[in-house]
């Protein structure tokens, strides 16, 4: 069974793709390089919510 689905943690979108752009936003899993940094120490919620704003960057559909 997947670790991540057990414990219901919320995996990393870490693609191994990792350079951020000009707006300090990752170009492979589209967070930023604070969000990136501080994702070890985040709560379930806290990494829910920067998985929503990853969808919203993805879709570029930010501002």
């Known amino acids: 069974m997947n670790q991540d689905i057990k414990t219901n ?3 990393s979108p870490c693609v191994s ?3 951020l ?7 492979g899993c589209h967070r930023t390089g604070a969000e ?13 919510a920067v998985m929503k ?3 919203e960057r993805e879709s570029g559909s930010y501002i």
């Not at 752009?21 to 170009?27: I, S, W």
């Not at 990136?36 to 829910?48: D, L, S, V």
Request: proline share 0%; charged share 30%.
């Open 9 to 11: 943690e919320v995996a």
């Open 36 to 48: 990136i940094t501080a994702w070890g120490a985040m709560t379930t919620m806290q990494k829910q």
């Open 53 to 55: 704003k990853v969808r």
């Open 21 to 27: 752009d000009d707006e300090d936003v990752c170009v």
């Open 17 to 19: 793709i990792c350079a």
